[in-house]
């Protein structure tokens, strides 16, 4: 009987608590739902808002973008040449500025999605040429209407399948002192998919964007039926009147559905984008919601009642054993074990706890080793990859040398190859000392100084006496050398530099490759710095060979931390450092050999 009542005190409290707690929720209910109806509406406007103030940006950006280069090429020497002297070019030369006039344009279309077509005219040749098509005559009236946007000073206007830009040169005084022009047919698909994005945030999928030149000359919109000059009438009208204003929108009724209406403006391209989305479709829903929530709250308080007895006797006590276990597994006590009652249901929960907690335990063991050896395979396989690097241009440079009788340099250059092959091919060691990498890599160099003459020069800082023994993966240095042959001074005439220098701390060594080549990009240097760090967050990049394989044989072998960063030399090319661990027992072992 005292443990009835204690439990029924617990039950009581429980309930008790719950009328406590939701009383004054119940009283708040109905201002926090008028917050949260205003707080939706305005954050749905807002969204709505925004899209068509980054709609009409981008389209404005892009517009004078693809306007630049109508500009560039109505000045391009190529359209001049073929315009103004045309008629008496020799067919080849002729045909060969068509083409290439040809993929001009056609790199001009494939530059935007918003682009449907290009086509040039010129008069003196009484023919087009287009983009994507072989087609060579262009009407009568699209040249007019070229003519007529620049009498109106309008960046766009219509033509024969939709919106177009046109382009003059020079400035005609005349309607027909030109010497060519250009129309750039837009496509109103790509346009009317952008309007459709922009009035159908969430669940607003009945909202209309229409694009539209005030003078009235064309609109396009995602419903066709709101190009039609009444409707849009209707809109512009109730914007110029204000309608009731709310915020960054007004309300207006148009045949007889009210409508939340939002305005944006380009003087730039002398356009304007309205956005108008029924209001029942805020109202509606902010009412269906106001509605489910006064309704959960009243279910919501009767099952509580009703389960609050049967929660403490069969689900929270056995519950509160299974989480203390799970913390315990949380803090890597794989040990756990929970008692099963028979005839309870958390019998078969403990159970499978139990065959959870020992799998797990299994599992990780399983999963570390599997890692380990991944980790030492893919070094290997790595290694094995990168080993005839340098072996796919040495024929080549010997065949040359041989060409031209020089039998001194075949005789030193096969030298210095034969010990570049015998470093690689004396064992299967994976480990090297760093003295011996460096001998390797300056057979490397002595090869291309003899193969590039006086064209470069190379300049190595002697390695310090007390890292030479440290043991390093093999094939470190050389393929960063070669890269900044291949890639950075190979196509240099002259006064092309290569220098390899040393700097370390107490626990690092950096061994610094840079040169002095002049085609490194910004651009290019940026997908170089993206590429290494994709390597440290992925080991699935499909690359084996060259920079990125030593970047990660470096990581495999010592960690995230260490391997290759890539930046400008003060040189002027690219700047390549290798940061390795000066690890204790091979320094210890080099300052040991040394004291003897």
Same mark, same amino acid.
């Given at each position: 009987?005292?443990?009835?009542?204690?439990?029924?005190?617990?039950?009581?409290?429980?309930?008790?608590?719950?009328?406590?707690?939701?009383?004054?929720?119940?009283?708040?209910?109905?201002?926090?739902?008028?917050?949260?109806?205003?707080?939706?509406?305005?954050?749905?406007?807002?969204?709505?808002?925004?899209?068509?103030?980054?709609?009409?940006?981008?389209?404005?950006?892009?517009?004078?973008?693809?306007?630049?280069?109508?500009?560039?090429?109505?000045?391009?020497?190529?359209?001049?040449?073929?315009?103004?002297?045309?008629?008496?070019?020799?067919?080849?030369?002729?045909?060969?500025?068509?083409?290439?006039?040809?993929?001009?344009?056609?790199?001009?279309?494939?530059?935007?999605?918003?682009?449907?077509?290009?086509?040039?005219?010129?008069?003196?040749?009484?023919?087009?040429?287009?983009?994507?098509?072989?087609?060579?005559?262009?009407?009568?009236?699209?040249?007019?209407?070229?003519?007529?946007?620049?009498?109106?000073?309008?960046?766009?206007?219509?033509?024969?399948?939709?919106?177009?830009?046109?382009?003059?040169?020079?400035?005609?005084?005349?309607?027909?002192?030109?010497?060519?022009?250009?129309?750039?047919?837009?496509?109103?698909?790509?346009?009317?998919?952008?309007?459709?994005?922009?009035?159908?945030?969430?669940?607003?999928?009945?909202?209309?964007?229409?694009?539209?030149?005030?003078?009235?000359?064309?609109?396009?919109?995602?419903?066709?039926?709101?190009?039609?000059?009444?409707?849009?009438?209707?809109?512009?009208?109730?914007?110029?009147?204000?309608?009731?204003?709310?915020?960054?929108?007004?309300?207006?009724?148009?045949?007889?559905?009210?409508?939340?209406?939002?305005?944006?403006?380009?003087?730039?391209?002398?356009?304007?984008?309205?956005?108008?989305?029924?209001?029942?479709?805020?109202?509606?829903?902010?009412?269906?919601?106001?509605?489910?929530?006064?309704?959960?709250?009243?279910?919501?308080?009767?099952?509580?009642?009703?389960?609050?007895?049967?929660?403490?006797?069969?689900?929270?006590?056995?519950?509160?054993?299974?989480?203390?276990?799970?913390?315990?597994?949380?803090?890597?006590?794989?040990?756990?074990?929970?008692?099963?009652?028979?005839?309870?249901?958390?019998?078969?929960?403990?159970?499978?706890?139990?065959?959870?907690?020992?799998?797990?335990?299994?599992? !990780?063991?399983?999963?570390? *080793?599997?890692?380990?050896?991944?980790? =030492?395979? %893919? &070094?290997?396989?790595?290694? /094995?990859?990168? $080993?005839?690097?340098?072996?796919?241009?040495?024929?080549?440079?010997?065949?040359?040398?041989?060409?031209?009788?020089?039998?001194?340099?075949?005789?030193?250059?096969?030298?210095?190859?034969?010990?570049?092959?015998?470093?690689?091919?004396?064992?299967?060691?994976?480990?090297?000392?760093?003295?011996?990498?460096?001998?390797?890599?300056?057979?490397?160099?002595?090869?291309?100084?003899?193969?590039?003459?006086?064209?470069?020069?190379?300049?190595?800082?002697?390695?310090?006496?007390?890292?030479?023994?440290?043991?390093?993966?093999?094939?470190?240095?050389?393929?960063?050398?070669?890269?900044?042959?291949?890639?950075?001074?190979?196509?240099?005439?002259?006064?092309?530099?290569?220098?390899?220098?040393?700097?370390?701390?107490?626990?690092?060594?950096?061994?610094? !490759?840079?040169?002095?080549? *002049?085609?490194?990009?910004?651009?290019? =240097?940026? %997908? &170089?710095?993206?590429?290494? /760090?994709?390597? $440290?967050?992925?080991?699935?990049?499909?690359?084996?060979?060259?920079?990125?394989?030593?970047?990660?044989?470096?990581?495999?072998?010592?960690?995230?931390?260490?391997?290759?960063?890539?930046?400008?030399?003060?040189?002027?090319?690219?700047?390549?450092?290798?940061?390795?661990?000066?690890?204790?027992?091979?320094?210890?072992?080099?300052?040991?050999?040394?004291?003897?």
């Amino acid at each position: 009987m005292k443990i009835f009542n204690i439990r029924r005190t617990v039950l009581a409290n429980l309930v008790a608590i719950f009328i406590v707690l939701n009383v004054p929720v119940y009283i708040m209910n109905f201002y926090i739902t008028q917050h949260a109806e205003q707080n939706i509406l305005k954050r749905s406007t807002d969204a709505i808002g925004s899209n068509a103030r980054y709609f009409l940006d981008s389209f404005e950006t892009e517009i004078q973008r693809i306007d630049r280069l109508k500009n560039e090429y109505l000045s391009n020497e190529e359209f001049l040449q073929l315009a103004i002297e045309g008629p008496y070019l020799d067919p080849y030369t002729k045909n060969s500025l068509i083409l290439s006039v040809k993929d001009k344009l056609a790199l001009l279309k494939t530059s935007s999605t918003f682009v449907k077509d290009v086509k040039v005219y010129f008069p003196n040749l009484q023919r087009g040429v287009f983009a994507s098509s072989y087609e060579n005559q262009i009407a009568k009236e699209d040249v007019r209407r070229m003519l007529g946007s620049y009498k109106d000073k309008s960046m766009l206007h219509t033509s024969r399948t939709g919106l177009a830009l046109g382009g003059l040169y020079p400035v005609p005084l005349t309607d027909d002192n030109f010497i060519h022009s250009i129309e750039i047919e837009l496509s109103e698909p790509s346009i009317k998919k952008m309007l459709a994005n922009i009035g159908s945030t969430d669940n607003h999928q009945s909202g209309v964007a229409i694009l539209y030149n005030p003078k009235g000359h064309w609109s396009v919109s995602n419903h066709a039926e709101w190009q039609e000059s009444t409707r849009l009438s209707a809109l512009t009208d109730a914007v110029k009147q204000g309608g009731e204003p709310k915020g960054d929108y007004v309300i207006a009724d148009v045949e007889r559905e009210s409508y939340m209406i939002m305005h944006e403006k380009s003087d730039i391209l002398g356009v304007e984008l309205l956005v108008a989305v029924p209001e029942a479709e805020f109202t509606g829903m902010l009412s269906r919601y106001s509605y489910m929530l006064y309704s959960i709250l009243v279910v919501s308080l009767l099952f509580v009642l009703l389960f609050a007895y049967w929660i403490y006797r069969l689900i929270h006590q056995p519950f509160q054993r299974l989480m203390a276990g799970l913390r315990r597994i949380e803090q890597g006590d794989f040990e756990t074990v929970l008692s099963t009652r028979k005839g309870d249901e958390f019998s078969i929960v403990y159970r499978q706890f139990n065959s959870m907690a020992s799998r797990l335990k299994t599992l !990780i063991q399983e999963v570390y *080793e599997h890692k380990i050896r991944l980790q =030492l395979s %893919e &070094l290997k396989q790595l290694q /094995s990859q990168i $080993n005839p690097h340098f072996l796919y241009n040495s024929y080549y440079v010997i065949y040359r040398l041989a060409q031209r009788h020089d039998v001194e340099q075949v005789a030193e250059y096969t030298r210095y190859l034969g010990d570049y092959f015998k470093y690689i091919t004396r064992n299967a060691s994976e480990m090297v000392a760093l003295a011996d990498e460096m001998n390797h890599a300056d057979a490397y160099i002595r090869i291309q100084m003899l193969r590039f003459s006086n064209r470069i020069k190379t300049d190595t800082e002697p390695l310090p006496e007390e890292i030479g023994k440290l043991q390093v993966p093999k094939l470190l240095i050389q393929p960063l050398i070669e890269n900044a042959y291949t890639h950075g001074v190979e196509s240099k005439l002259r006064d092309g530099y290569v220098r390899l220098s040393f700097t370390r701390t107490d626990q690092d060594l950096h061994i610094i !490759i840079e040169d002095n080549g *002049e085609g490194l990009s910004d651009g290019a =240097l940026g %997908e &170089l710095r993206e590429r290494l /760090s994709l390597m $440290n967050e992925d080991n699935t990049v499909d690359e084996t060979t060259g920079m990125l394989n030593v970047h990660k044989r470096l990581q495999l072998k010592y960690g995230s931390p260490y391997g290759l960063s890539a930046e400008r030399s003060g040189l002027g090319g690219l700047k390549i450092v290798m940061m390795i661990p000066l690890t204790i027992d091979n320094m210890h072992e080099a300052r040991s050999e040394r004291d003897v």
